[in-house]
């Protein structure tokens, strides 16, 4: 891919496996603080329960901390368990915030980034807890920009987010990056691929599951399964 400058990569399940974390401190806290038994539906009860909260927030109806407050009481009333579900969130973001479980070929990619292209963090979420993710699995070493929804005021994929991280990656900036320079790679249609690229930016959604949905093909300009994919296409 001719003519790129500057990468933004999402965290949670771009770099750092959020949905294993989630399935490990489920099992985990249900038994510590014996709330029932943890089942494997249980995670997609979350995810469900997660989804519908972050795109809620992405339209601007509710906040972050609306979400810490709600979330695990919603979760527990859907799988019939019975427990405070805002003590549950504290627990939930104090093991959060030390998981660092690396993403098959993160290390890889960005190990081929570096030098070659300015590489930013663009995630939601508050700052310092993402940021000490990326030290706890030594992906600072890589990162040269921090884009964090909470240090920019606005969460992806609102216009303004984006127009906030092109101002701070091209201050004092003598040749200015552009927009048609900038590829952003994440796994959310919604956060990292449809707000970019309705900004103008190229965008590679990262898809995991072992046979690509088909519905998402022509959605973003590139579409891979695993991580080390996104050398070629830049090597191209």
């Known amino acids: 891919m001719q003519g790129i400058k500057a990468v933004f ?14 399935e490990n401190v489920m099992k985990d806290g249900f ?53 405070d579900g805002i ?18 070929g993160a290390y890889e990619l960005l190990d081929y980034l570096k030098g070659k292209y300015i590489i930013c963090i663009a995630s ?3 700052h310092l807890q993402q940021k000490h993710r990326i030290e706890l699995a030594e992906m600072d070493k890589y990162i040269d920009y ?4 909470e240090r920019m005021g606005v969460s992806k994929p609102n216009e ?14 003598d040749v200015k ?3 048609e320079e900038i590829l952003v790679i994440g796994d959310s249609l919604s956060s990292d691929i449809y707000g970019s690229k309705k900004f103008g930016l190229k965008t590679c959604l990262y898809e995991r599951k072992t046979v690509l949905n088909k ?17 070629n296409i830049l090597k191209d």
């Open 9 to 22: 990569i999402d965290i949670d399940n771009t770099l750092l496996d959020f949905n294993k974390y989630v």
């Open 160 to 173: 303004e987010y984006y127009i906030k991280c092109l101002n701070e990656l091209n201050a004092n900036r």
């Open 215 to 231: 519905k998402l093909e022509n959605i973003a300009d590139y579409t891979v399964e695993d991580l080390k994919d996104i050398i």
């Open 31 to 83: 038994e510590r603080f014996n709330i029932g038994k943890f089942e494997p539906y249980m995670y997609d009860v979350f995810e469900s329960v997660n989804n519908e909260l972050w795109d809620k927030i992405e339209r601007g109806e509710i906040d972050f901390i609306t979400l810490r407050k709600i979330r695990w009481n919603l979760v527990f009333e859907r799988i019939g368990y019975s427990f």
């Open 177 to 179: 990056i552009e927009k």
């Open 87 to 104: 003590a549950f969130e504290n627990y939930f973001r104090e093991c959060l915030f030390n998981s660092a479980i690396p993403i098959s």
């Open 146 to 149: 921090y884009f964090t929804s």
């Open 124 to 126: 939601n979420g508050p």
